[in-house]
């Protein structure tokens, strides 16, 4: 997928909600998948902590089986 400056594989963002009722949400990209190689089309994750993901990406790698990935924010 093109984002308009680079080629992406799948983005992690960060939803938060608005201040008042009613208002706009904002989105915060933590991470950008980008090299098709070591890692893209991530899927399932989860926290480990307050501010730590942990996830798998179906492709990337030494051997293109996925890649494990953790990330602090």
């Given at each position: 997928m093109?984002?308009?400056?680079?080629?992406?594989?799948?983005?992690?963002?960060q939803?938060?909600?608005?201040?008042?009722?009613?208002?706009?949400?904002?989105?915060?990209?933590?991470?950008?998948?980008?090299?098709?190689?070591?890692?893209?089309?991530?899927?399932?994750?989860?926290?480990?902590?307050?501010?730590?993901?942990?996830?798998?990406?179906?492709?990337?790698?030494?051997?293109?089986?996925?890649?494990?990935?953790?990330?602090?924010?």
């Open positions: 093109w984002n308009g400056t680079a080629f992406v594989n799948g983005t992690i963002y939803l938060d909600p608005p201040a008042v009722a009613a208002g706009t949400w904002s989105e915060t990209v933590l991470y950008l998948f980008s090299d098709p190689v070591i890692e893209s089309q991530p899927g399932a994750m989860l926290t480990a902590g307050s501010n730590t993901l942990l996830g798998v990406t179906g492709y990337g790698g030494a051997l293109f089986e996925g890649t494990v990935y953790e990330l602090t924010y």
